[in-house]
């Protein structure tokens, strides 16, 4: 698939107050192809001078953004829903050569991607409020809820276009002003996600994009600023408490979706088929590049060889290569340092005396590749164990009690996703219930969707991003007490 055609007609500058223009001093960044090294284009490297001047259009143009009509934002969401499905095969073939996942699956990520503007152009006509009493009948209470104000937005590489309308999307219908710092290694799908809604009739100052090589450089002045009210991000558990550090400075609202270290547990019930193909799912998805992937699989000692075999052959079987390439399963890494901790991960557990069953290298050639991995008898205390592979390599485990199994799941710091397979739906249930995540996928591999709240507990953040309560995120709660004649 030849991509040229659609890179040359890509904006590729900083975007704030309604014009695409260069970085201060005419810096810019190079983008890559994970899947042979090559340049595919060169993007805008924002300064701080640069995010300086976005925020301040973000602070100007809110209150004229906040008065607009609930259903004009939402025709905007909703034309640019539409735009995003027209244009689907395009966005796909420029998110597979920045990033590396398959086309198949960028495609999906476009549709998955655009429903968030249709739910939250939905959303937007139903922001509502409550007219109520008090207690001692003297004093009418009226609450409603209005925008918080102007929003920061930063979204990681590994979906690029999905991770932008979660955020972009209750935002708009919230009435919200936004900045917005995309990721390094995959900034053209964000790019293109800013022409859709420049198309769709986006006001100009409401979305404003500084592309750069430092976040640091650009979020800072952002953070320190005092005109934003709330930061959402998505990323590393790390640079999330480093932002919620900054956010207590001026008390802004913040929403984290952060580190995972997902545990996958299969009972001895289970329908072994059913399992299988929820690993492959919970676990190959992106390549394993996902917050929400399988990294520890605990699977009951009774069915552990039957389920380890079937596991291998889907995996083993897998096509490696290039995301453009058609009949592609499993594209590259994102880039070298990404390669060599998923290789670093795999020696640490060998070492320690994990079985590879299939898999276990990095793959010769161009590109950062590493084969479908699936390793038995991992060692509790190997690193792989505590650490988000952020690879396809699916270490497993075995138990023989369910309160062994919920222990093994429930072992981690980490909190956002879990899956468990049984076949019993009230043990499953109570199993559910003990598992110490914010979203559980019973007999599925799959849990990620816009009509339900995304998000995790403990270090894997704060807030839920989709469903019902997405747009509460980025509202605030107003009371007007009118005392009785």
Known sequence: MDIAPIIDKLNTGLFINGQWREAEG????????????????????????????????????????????PRERAEILRRAFELLIERADDIAAVMTAEMGKPFAESKGEVTYGAEFFRWFSEEAVRVGGEYTQS???????????????????????????????????????????MVFKPAKLTPLTSLMLVDVLV???LPAGVLNVVTSESA?????????????????????????????????????????ELGGNAPFVVCDD?????????????????????????NRLSVHSSIAEEFSTKLTERIGSMTVGNGLD????????????????????VDDAVSKGAKVLTGGSKIEGKGFFYSPTVMTDVPLDSEIRTTEIFGPVAPIVTFDTDEEGIALANETEFGLAGYLFSENVERALNLADKMQVGMVGLNTG???????????????????????????EFLEVKYVALPRA
């Open 199 to 201: 198309e769709a009739g």
């Open 446 to 472: 799959l849990v990620s969707n816009p009509a339900a709240p995304f998000g995790g507990v403990k270090k894997s953040g704060l807030g839920r991003e989709g469903g019902s309560v997405g747009i509460e």
């Open 26 to 69: 005419g810096k810019t960044i190079d983008v890559l192809n994970p899947a042979t090294g090559d340049l595919i284009t060169t993007v805008a490297d924002g300064t701080a001078a640069d995010a300086a001047e976005a925020i301040k259009v973000a602070g100007d143009t809110q209150e004229s953004w906040a008065a607009t009509p």
């Open 135 to 177: 207690t001692d009948g003297k004093t009418r209470v009226m609450v409603s809820r209005e925008p918080v104000g102007p929003c920061i937005l930063i979204t990681p590489w590994n979906f690029p276009l999905a991770m932008g309308t979660r955020k972009i999307g209750p935002a708009i219908a919230a009435g919200c002003t």
């Open 326 to 345: 058609e009949g592609t399963e499993v594209g590259p890494l994102v880039d070298q340092d990404s390669l060599d901790k998923v290789a670093s991960l």
């Open 270 to 294: 289970a329908d072994i088929d059913k399992a299988v193909t929820g690993a492959v799912q919970a676990k190959m998805r992106n390549g394993g590049e996902a917050c929400t992937s399988a």
């Open 216 to 256: 640091r450089r650009v979020v800072t002045p952002w953070m320190e600023s005092g005109i934003a009210r709330k930061v959402t991000f998505t990323g590393s558990t790390e640079v999330g408490i480093g932002l919620l550090k900054q956010a207590a400075d001026n008390v802004m609202k913040t929403s984290m």
